[in-house]
């Protein structure tokens, strides 16, 4: 079994950073791949951004690449979510997920989910 707990969100105007962090518990956390996603209002869920358990591959969605980068300190069962030069369009609430099934665009193949933070981008 995996908690997940996000923080980090809040309000930021266009261009500005965000960091969101996802604390993980449990002694097992280095072996779950690990994902954000996130989901805007009247909109599905979608995938952000995915990390492998040693953090050694990485995927993006294509609207965040080359914005956002995911790393995660085994150490500290924590995955973080850096995101730049954000966009009103990335307002969402940002839910992180774990995985057995190595990394993962795909939202029914993650077992343990967060309850999510807040981001919003004002233009």
């Known amino acids: 079994q995996v908690q997940l707990v996000e923080s980090g969100g809040g309000l930021v105007q266009a261009g500005g950073s965000l960091r969101l962090s996802c604390a993980a518990s449990?002694?097992?956390?280095?072996?779950?791949?690990m994902g954000w996603f996130r989901q805007a209002p009247r909109k599905e869920r979608e995938f952000v951004a995915a990390?492998?358990?040693?953090?050694?591959?990485?995927y993006y969605a294509d609207s965040v690449k080359g914005r956002f980068t995911i790393s995660r300190d085994n150490a500290k069962n924590t995955v973080y979510l850096q995101m730049n030069s954000l966009k009103p369009e990335d307002t969402a609430v940002y839910c992180c997920?774990?995985?057995?099934?190595?990394?993962?665009?795909?939202?029914?193949?993650?077992?343990?989910w967060g309850q999510g933070t807040q981001v919003t981008v004002s233009s």
């Open positions: 997920a774990a995985t057995n099934y190595g990394s993962s665009t795909k939202q029914y193949e993650y077992d343990y």
């Open positions: 449990g002694r097992t956390f280095s072996s779950y791949a």
């Open positions: 990390i492998s358990w040693s953090g050694g591959n990485t």
